[in-house]
């Protein structure tokens, strides 16, 4: 794969003071000494671009600029430069040393708003002083984000991440595809979707619905089959799909009715990675080899839907953990937009497809629980890896496969 285009890449500016930590900060994001560091005020002159990965956001550029209290003519040139970083800015991070806040700091938040670009404040040097509390009810009064730093050790940099994931702009988190790019124009999907007890009465569930629009939307086409049904309907094809699609509550019979070289995933992998990254996710699925029984799993299901009979989330997937780890769990179950703010206490999550949230919400759950070291995985993935056939379920996502193949 290649890297994202720079163009491509949310650009987030650092603005703020000399010797405020704007570079530190920037090191310590990237993990590499990107810009010079030096108790020198000035010290960065010309912008410092860095391009990176920043999960949970995706592909972003870090610009580095000088600082903007600058006096004199060299000053002068300075501020000229870092001026032309607020033209390509999307999101703006203005680093406060150590709570100083006068009107060089007003100044920035007020061009960063008249432009309409989100701000994020991160007062940095933490360690030595904190903001006052009257400019902390300022910021909440203009609904200013903001996070508390100290570069040089690290601290706040989850928050920081968050913060960005939630200032930057919608359409920065467009979402990928749903399946359109895995079915070429004029080839064929199989869907199979089982009409169980659960199923609504005289209509198809939104991941259905969706990855139906999104073939057609393709130019690809696409049968619709009950699990008792594929194994006929595969063999009147006169070539194979190129993509089988199953409830992952059918997984095991639909693997085992459909040829081993036709790829097959499930309709909750199709939405975790749309709306999320399955990168992480597989993490979470290896995770569940590391499960005791006592061990405490939240299970997170978007919708908030009615469960009746063998809910997935209620009754199948506490049932086959228990199964697989041979013994009982402290399964929690949460729905809609209810997420606990503390996950420390939970093994493991595992998530639905999320087709009820947006992109944002789910990225910052990923985001939220990776920064409290508690792995989660996905509701399809999980009973693929329980099952025995991750391979299989990952083989349409070479980046998830690699991951796979890496942590095994
Ligand atoms: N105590 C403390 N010192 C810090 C922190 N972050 C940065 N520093 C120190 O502050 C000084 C300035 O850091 P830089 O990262 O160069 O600051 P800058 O904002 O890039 O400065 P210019 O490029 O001159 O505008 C350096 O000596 C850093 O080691 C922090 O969180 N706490
Ligand atoms: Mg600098």
Redesign the pocket.
């Given at each position: 794969m290649l890297p994202a285009p720079k163009s491509l890449r949310l650009h987030i500016g650092?603005f703020?003071?000399?010797?405020?930590?704007?570079?530190?900060?920037?090191?310590a994001m990237t993990r590499q000494e990107v810009?010079?560091?030096?108790?020198?005020?000035?010290?960065?002159?010309d912008p410092v671009e860095k391009p990176m990965e920043l999960l949970p956001l995706g592909p972003v550029l870090f610009v580095?600029?000088?600082?903007i209290d600058d006096a004199g003519l060299l000053g002068e040139k300075r501020v000229e430069k870092t001026r032309q970083v607020f033209d390509r800015t999307d999101v703006g991070v203005l680093?406060v040393?150590?709570g100083r806040w006068d009107e060089f700091e007003l100044g920035i938040l007020q061009e960063l708003g008249g432009r309409g670009i989100p701000a994020v404040v991160a007062f940095?040097?933490?360690?030595?002083a904190g903001p006052p509390t009257a400019l902390l009810d300022q910021l909440r009064a203009a609904q200013t984000p903001w996070v508390e730093?100290?570069?040089?050790?690290g601290?706040g940099l989850p928050q920081l991440r968050e913060a960005l994931l939630h200032a930057a702009p919608a359409d920065f988190l467009r979402s990928p595809p749903l399946v359109a790019d895995l079915v070429p124009p004029g080839e064929m999907a199989v869907l199979v979707v089982p009409i169980d007890l659960e199923a609504p009465k005289g209509r198809l569930i939104v991941p259905q619905v969706q990855t139906i629009r999104d073939l057609l939307d393709g130019d690809a086409f696409c049968l619709v089959v009950k699990e008792r049904e594929l194994r006929e309907a595969l063999g009147r094809l006169n070539r194979p799909p190129a993509l089988v699609v199953t409830d992952s509550q059918a997984f095991l019979k639909v693997a085992a009715d459909t040829p081993p070289e036709v790829k097959l995933t499930s309709f909750s992998i199709l939405l975790a990675r749309q709306k999320g990254d399955l990168r992480p996710l597989v993490e979470g699925a290896l995770a569940i080899d590391g499960l005791r029984p006592g061990d405490r799993v939240l299970v997170a299901e978007a919708c908030s839907h009615h469960p009746i009979g063998d809910d997935i989330g209620r009754v199948k997937i506490p049932r086959w953990l228990k199964q697989y780890v041979g013994g009982d769990l402290q399964i929690t179950t949460v729905q809609g937009h209810d997420f606990p703010a503390d996950l420390a206490d939970y093994r493991l999550v595992i998530h639905c497809g999320a087709c009820m949230l947006n992109r944002r919400e789910m990225l910052g759950r990923l985001a939220r629980c990776r920064q409290a070291g508690v792995p989660i995985g996905n509701y399809g993935m999980t009973i693929a890896y329980t099952l025995g056939i991750f391979d299989r379920a990952l083989a349409a996502f070479p980046d998830a496969l690699e991951t796979y193949r890496r942590l095994r």
């Open positions: 650092l703020g003071r000399r010797n405020a930590g704007k570079s530190s900060l920037l090191n810009s010079i560091v030096s108790e020198v005020a000035g010290t960065t002159t580095d600029t000088a600082g680093v040393d150590a940095n040097k933490s360690d030595l730093t100290v570069a040089a050790e601290r």
